[in-house]
């Protein structure tokens, strides 16, 4: 594989394109090409302009109606854009007509979030679950796709499989996709030795939409220093800590977060990290009670812990970003009803979310505010499972 090289090049400049259906309305595009524009910003792209269009179901041939297609060739032309990202993964067809149309490079969702992975990846583990997402990705694209490839340089969405010399064989791409599986077999033989080596301790795993802070709460935690920053997937690979609360000792993992959307190929190709989830006995789900949109966020993660069989497990809900969360309060002589802008975060305490999970903190990471009342309510539920599994070893508790 050719390795991408990182050049002091200018960002690319994009537009954004979005489809409004019943399935995904108009009230949550904006909210959505928000997130888009996050993860170009974190591919290295400027958003320069968004386009959304209300449509029953998207184009099956554009993705957008011919009109709306028109406008966004007109201003790609007459302000020098470089890339055209849609917030849906594309069919080989649509990617195909929508460049011969625009005649510039056209990335879905899917590519985008690859090309970040891609950028991402540190470790051989990471390197080749991304590789090899890439060309589950690639092989059903290869007809019109390796032409402007060949034609590139770098640039977003081009790191990966075959910058300079594309193969155009399908054979030659699959065999390629047999070899990365076998290296990933491997890999994941080691990493499940790794594991069996940590003895019996009590695993604690960190899981969330991706942004919402798990690094910051690991560092804090474990006193250790995982990166962290505020752009999307900032964590890939899997770093397991061991921790001590009080005198109780387990292992604290951070995951990589889950977004939107997430590529199935993806999610395939990261379940042996993933697997630190599966194999853990409490998680951690991180939200970010700042969001707008959090219970949504909520719902993405527990609908992948279900795709990965972790949603059983027993889950400690953790609100962070309590020092970044702002509502607009009501007039006193505004008699509409209250909605979920009006909504305090002492009026959210008292909601389903507090109700409903019997282990559940608001928090502020960044801050630190109520950590010491989050350890020690994750210290009670880790003691709890340590004394039934373990009930003879109680010289660990002689400091309560």
Excluded at 143 to 148: D, E, F
Excluded at 286 to 292: A, F, L, N, R, T
Excluded at 298 to 313: G, H, M, P, W, Y
Aim: glycine share 4%.
């Amino acid at each position: 594989m050719t390795k991408y090289i990182e050049t002091d090049i200018k960002p690319e400049r994009a537009v954004l394109v979005g489809v409004a259906t019943q399935n995904q309305p108009e009230n949550q595009i904006h909210e959505y090409l928000d997130e888009l524009a996050f993860l170009a910003d974190t591919a290295g792209a400027i958003t320069v302009r968004r386009f959304y269009q209300n449509l029953q179901y998207p184009n099956p041939k554009t993705f957008v109606g011919t009109g709306k297609l028109e406008e966004i060739r007109i201003y790609v032309e007459n302000n020098d854009i470089d890339l055209v990202i849609f917030d849906d993964e594309l069919s080989p067809s649509q990617i195909r007509n929508i460049e011969r149309e625009m005649n510039k490079r056209v990335l879905d969702r899917t590519n985008l979030i690859l090309d970040i992975f891609a950028k991402r990846a540190q470790t051989a583990h990471a390197k080749v679950q991304v590789e090899l997402a890439q060309y589950q990705y690639l092989l059903p694209r290869l007809t019109g796709m390796w032409t402007h490839l060949e034609r590139q340089r770098g640039g977003i969405g081009l790191r990966g499989p075959g910058e300079t010399e594309i193969e155009t064989d399908r054979r030659v791409i699959r065999d390629k996709i047999a070899r990365l599986k076998e290296q990933l077999i491997k890999i994941d033989n080691q990493k499940v030795t790794q594991r069996k080596n940590r003895g019996k301790m009590i695993r604690v795993a960190l899981v969330g939409y991706t942004n919402v802070g798990k690094s910051t709460i690991m560092n804090l935690i474990s006193k250790s220093d995982v990166f962290a920053e505020n752009k999307l997937f900032a964590t890939l690979d899997t770093t397991v800590r061991k921790v001590v609360v009080d005198n109780l000792p387990f292992l604290l993992s951070d995951t990589v977060g889950f977004i939107r959307k997430l590529p199935h190929g993806l999610v395939e190709s990261f379940k042996s990290t993933l697997d630190e989830v599966r194999e853990s006995d409490i998680l951690l789900h991180v939200v970010d009670i700042s969001h707008p949109n959090f219970e949504e966020q909520i719902q993405v993660v527990n609908d992948t812990l279900n795709e990965i069989d972790s949603a059983d497990k027993p889950t400690f809900i953790i609100f962070n970003k309590i020092d970044a969360f702002t509502y607009v309060k009501k007039d006193d002589d505004d008699l509409t009803p209250k909605n979920r802008k009006n909504y305090s975060l002492e009026d959210l305490k008292q909601t389903w979310m507090a109700k409903e999970n019997a282990f559940c903190i608001f928090i502020s990471a960044k801050e630190k505010q109520n950590i010491d009342e989050f350890k020690s309510l994750l210290y009670q539920k880790v003691k709890e499972i340590h004394v039934s599994r373990y009930p003879f070893n109680d010289f660990l508790y002689e400091m309560d």
